[in-house]
Nanobody, 111 residues
């Protein structure tokens, strides 16, 4: 059974930081490319960042220079470090393997 469990969301002021985690089970994590998506109310789902099984990363233009995706294959976990948060970063964030996805963790940034 595949499980992706996100954590680390919360309420933060603009300019603050949060670190999201996604613990994976039921997949061969070390060969899986992993992604963070977000969806704000009334908006389409947006790809935030991705990391390949080899560690290559890519980011949406809106988060480049502020967010960092990383992975720990020993812990079957992918992370999203979010710095200099803006109110427009407010959304439900969830990790995704392009086949499976988790329930998400809410990030709210107050101005």
């Amino acid at each position: 059974q595949v499980r992706l469990v996100e954590s680390g969301g919360g309420l933060v002021q603009a300019g603050g930081s949060l670190r999201l985690s996604c613990a994976a089970s039921g997949i061969i994590f070390y060969i899986s490319d992993m992604y963070w998506y977000r969806q704000a109310p009334g908006k389409q789902r947006e790809l935030v960042a991705g990391i390949t099984n080899g560690g290559t990363t890519n980011y949406a233009d809106s988060v480049k220079g502020r967010f960092t995706i990383s992975r720990d294959n020993a812990k079957n976990t992918v992370y999203l470090q979010m710095n200099s948060l803006k109110p427009e970063d407010t959304a439900l964030y969830y990790c995704d393997t392009r086949v499976f996805w988790g329930q998400g963790t809410q990030v709210t940034v107050s101005s």
